[in-house]
């Protein structure tokens, strides 16, 4: 079995929605970003690609390519899957946080919840899914910034 350990942190901007695990959630905010801007997925695949010793999210989708513009990131997903499967792994199971002031995350969760594991072949069971404010504090309290953290199990296939 092997562990992994996600992180990203994107800016917040006025105006929503909020694109977040893959889904549009009605808000008055957005993330700002090369790609689509998830947080939270971004944070998924580089748990993925952490686990299985495959580099990172900027390696495989540099925000320099112009290819990588507005990417949706379900796409990174699928291929942070299809690499870990290349290389004889699957997902056992992830748990997420995201830290944001607001929204709060609970009344989305179920569908984030399926969303993602709807991409890592995965039953919705196996994806952990927590929400946290920052109490008012800092950036994300200011609510000038997103953050999110998977860890990730995966083992042999
Ligand atoms: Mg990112």
Redesign the pocket.
């Known amino acids: 079995m092997r562990i992994g350990i996600g992180h990203?942190t994107?800016r917040l901007e006025p105006g929503g929605p909020l694109r977040l695990g893959g889904v549009e959630i009605p808000h008055d905010r957005h993330a700002v970003?090369h790609s689509d801007?998830d947080?939270l997925l971004?944070a998924v695949v580089d748990a993925l690609l952490g686990a299985a010793a495959l580099g990172d999210?900027g390696q495989m989708f540099p925000d320099t390519d112009p290819a990588n513009r507005d990417r949706d990131s379900a796409e990174m997903v699928h291929a942070a899957r299809d690499a870990i499967a290349a290389v004889g792994l699957r997902v056992v199971n992830i748990d997420c946080i995201v830290h944001a002031q607001r929204p709060r995350l609970l009344a989305h969760r179920q569908m984030i919840r399926t969303r993602i594991a709807d991409m890592l072949h995965i039953e919705p069971e196996c994806v952990g899914l927590k929400g946290k404010t920052a109490e008012g504090l800092g950036p994300v309290g200011q609510q000038e910034a997103i953050v999110a953290q998977c860890v990730c199990l995966l083992d042999e296939r």
């Open positions: 990203d994107h970003g801007a947080v971004h999210i």
